[in-house]
């Protein structure tokens, strides 16, 4: 199952040789909402991996972009300790135009004028 979210890229960092056959870079997105009249910053931080780890070069710190993502879960052990780690592990990146956004934000529902209700329950067409 796949993931997106839209926010600012606040941070990139540099790319990690983890074994001579895997590179892993992260990269952080913030995300404010108004909630209830409050506005609320999270702040997700991204992993990509492999040839995905020049995804974040195209896009500049400060720019609103869309990031699709998976969710990924790993249980490590360590000298009879258990932890479990979680990724969120990026796929796709592209450039989000604010206004594009806002003016589409509410395009879930038709838009209605006074001219599209009906006068009388007898003008209903059923």
Not at 5 to 13: E, N, Q
Not at 86 to 98: F, G, H, I, K, P
């Amino acid at each position: 199952m796949s993931y997106d979210l839209t926010g600012k890229l606040v941070a990139k960092y540099d790319t990690v040789q983890r074994t001579a056959t895997f590179k892993t870079r992260e990269f952080v997105i913030e995300k404010t909402e108004d909630i209830g009249g409050r506005m609320i910053t999270n702040y997700a931080k991204f992993q990509c991996v492999q040839d995905k780890t020049t995804m974040p070069d195209r896009f500049n710190t400060g720019e609103t972009v869309k990031v699709h993502f998976n969710i990924k879960g790993t249980k490590w052990e360590k000298n009879g300790q258990i932890n479990y780690i979680t990724n969120l592990d990026a796929w796709r990146m592209e450039s989000v135009n604010l206004q594009q956004a806002e003016n589409t934000a509410g395009d879930t529902a038709p838009a209605y004028t006074a001219s599209d209700i009906p006068a009388s329950p007898d003008d209903l067409p059923f």
